[in-house]
């Protein structure tokens, strides 16, 4: 069983920062098996960030130079920095553990007025 809880989303302007948290508990063998989606309004889930199995990271191009994917592993938490936002950023963000299965956070709403 794991559990992932996320937090840090809210109402920033373009340009501003945020930063997600994502503490993982219960049988986490990886850390780095973690990453981010997101869930732009009517749009699909896409892929924001994750590590690859040796640990570095992973990102979509769309962010790649303004988010910034790290992990505290005595805290089993990952974090997504998120700067320089812009309006496009506007979504629903996941994250997620790969194990046997992939385990999915609740989710925490994003929002970039322009």
Known sequence: QVQLVESGGG??????????SCAASGSIFSINAMGWHRQA?????????????????NLADSVKG????????????????????????TAVYYCWYRGARVYWGQGTQVT???
């Not at 309004?41 to 990271?57: C, N, Q, Y």
């Open 41 to 57: 309004p009517g749009k699909g889930r896409e892929l924001v960030a994750a590590f690859t199995d040796g640990g570095s990271a």
């Open 66 to 89: 303004r988010f910034t994917i790290s992990r505290d592993n005595a805290k089993n938490t990952v974090y997504l920095q998120m700067n320089s936002l812009k309006p496009e950023d």
């Open 112 to 114: 970039v007025s322009s």
């Open 11 to 20: 109402l920033v302007q373009a340009g501003g920062s945020l930063r997600l």
